[in-house]
């Protein structure tokens, strides 16, 4: 078996955390190839060694004395080190560092120190090799990620070792010089790593203990889910669900392998697994729940609507000439809605309107705003009858008017759309009764 294990910030944070994921290497043999982020946040309060790496780098390309942030940033480091009682000394690396940033090696560069710096602290407490992201993951021109030649060194080198560390985020462009993914890359890493060495299971490890049904600032303790499809955490990421970065799943996904989500801080915990395809049935119908405020209606009326071809397409061509994207379109005979996040739209409201009435001659045009998007979603839903009607009832009883009810044609999802204030108790009312009374 081969594991790659991907560790977030908050699990490297500090010396007693490095700890604890040198015992989760350290149980299991299969665990051989590892890939840090950078020292996140101690407490509360504390910045992310990433983002003193942006401050720092910006105040050297502003020509100001940038070396106490330096400093402080080394601190960091060092803490790990003698906390951990290593013998290693980082001095020549921040030199070097010193150096790159006086001749504006560039924001990218100066990011990636972080991972750069844990990887060799990781690499030395383990006894593993480590090896330069920058030398085994490239970026074509167009900044784009290059499987093809990143697959053929990564693959050639990762087989020369047996254990290997390789810090997260980064890899370089043709020329060489270094480049992040964005941010909370090392997710992406880990996927790459793990496509690289067709490994077994991808385990990324953070500080909860897998994805939650709903978002826990929403719903107290809510439970945990045990197994999601790629699918489905697609759909509930989109509508804000967060622990894993999206671009993380392609890779893996590609070559069938499960990514297990788990708790530095619970290694007991199974957490999530993320896979392409189950026969497990989830406790509930549902999977999750996620949801988003702050978007828009614009409801479209024109008699004979249903006939005239080619309106949809007038309607939507005004969207797209702003750069406005929709999220969707539910429609009736006479009528069409345009659902657009409103931050977007807010500026360009009056362009539209105009622009639709030029183009397309509705009767009338009515904005809606500060309506929020919820989603519920689950591959349960597909097999059972009712789901909608439950959601339906659900939302009646909690006295929450639903202005739009829209079925995905993989009956994966159901989206509602609901006023900003019943964001809320919609999502509670909805998590009552497929999970606390279990319907
Ligand atoms: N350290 C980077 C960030 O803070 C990347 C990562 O943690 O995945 O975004």
């Known amino acids: 078996m081969k594991k790659v294990v991907k560790f977030g910030g908050s699990s490297l944070a500090s010396a007693q955390q490095f700890k604890k994921v040198g015992d989760i290497v350290r149980a299991e043999e299969d665990r051989r190839y590892v890939v840090p982020s950078a020292p996140g946040k101690r407490f509360n309060g504390d910045t992310k060694v990433t983002d003193m790496l942006y401050d720092c780098y910006a105040s050297a390309e502003e020509g100001e004395d940038f070396k106490g942030k330096l400093k402080n940033i080394k601190a960091r480091y060092d803490e790990i080190i003698s906390g951990l009682g290593l013998e290693l000394s980082l001095d020549s690396e921040f030199k070097t560092i010193e150096e790159n940033f006086k001749k504006h090696a560039g924001e990218n560069y100066a990011a990636s120190r972080g991972e750069y710096l844990n990887g060799i602290i990781m690499a030395d407490y383990l006894g ?128 069938g392998i499960p990514i297990n989500i788990r708790n530095t801080n619970a290694p007991e915990d199974n957490g999530t697994w993320i896979v392409e395809s189950t026969c497990q049935k989830s406790k509930y119908i549902i999977t999750g729940i996620a949801g988003k405020k702050g978007f828009c209606a614009i409801n479209i009326e024109k008699d004979m609507m249903n006939s005239e071809i080619g309106f949809g397409r007038k309607v939507l061509n005004v969207f797209e000439d702003n750069g406005i994207s929709f999220e969707h379109v539910p429609s009736g005979i006479d009528t069409m809605t345009v659902f657009v996040h409103q931050d977007e739209f807010m500026d360009k409201e009056q362009q539209v309107v105009t622009g639709i009435h030029r183009l397309a001659k509705p009767d009338t045009i009515d904005i809606e705003a500060d309506l929020a998007l919820i989603a519920v979603v689950g591959r349960g839903m597909k097999s059972t009858r009712g789901t909608a009607g439950r959601i339906f009832s659900a939302l009646a009883h909690a006295k929450v008017n639903v202005k739009m009810i829209d079925q995905g044609s993989s009956e994966l999802n159901i989206i509602i759309g609901v006023k900003n204030e019943d964001f809320e108790a919609a999502i509670e009312a909805i998590y009552n009764i497929f999970v606390v009374a279990r319907i």
């Open 128 to 255: 593993f090799a480590f090896i330069d992201a920058a030398k085994v993951i490239f970026f074509k021109e167009d900044g784009t990620w290059d499987e093809e030649r990143t697959k053929a060194v990564l693959g050639a080198e990762l087989a020369k070792h047996d254990k290997v560390v390789i810090p997260g985020f980064y890899g370089s462009l043709p020329d060489g010089t270094v480049k992040t993914f964005s941010r909370g890359g090392s997710d992406i890493t880990g996927s790459i790593v793990a496509q690289a060495v067709h490994a077994d299971v991808y385990e990324n490890w953070t500080d909860v203990s897998g994805f939650l049904i709903v978002d826990p600032r929403i719903i107290k303790d809510p439970v945990g889910i045990d197994t999601i499809t790629y699918r489905e955490l697609r759909e509930l990421s989109y509508m804000g669900a967060t622990v894993l970065h999206e671009d993380a799943i392609f890779p893996v996904r590609k070559e």
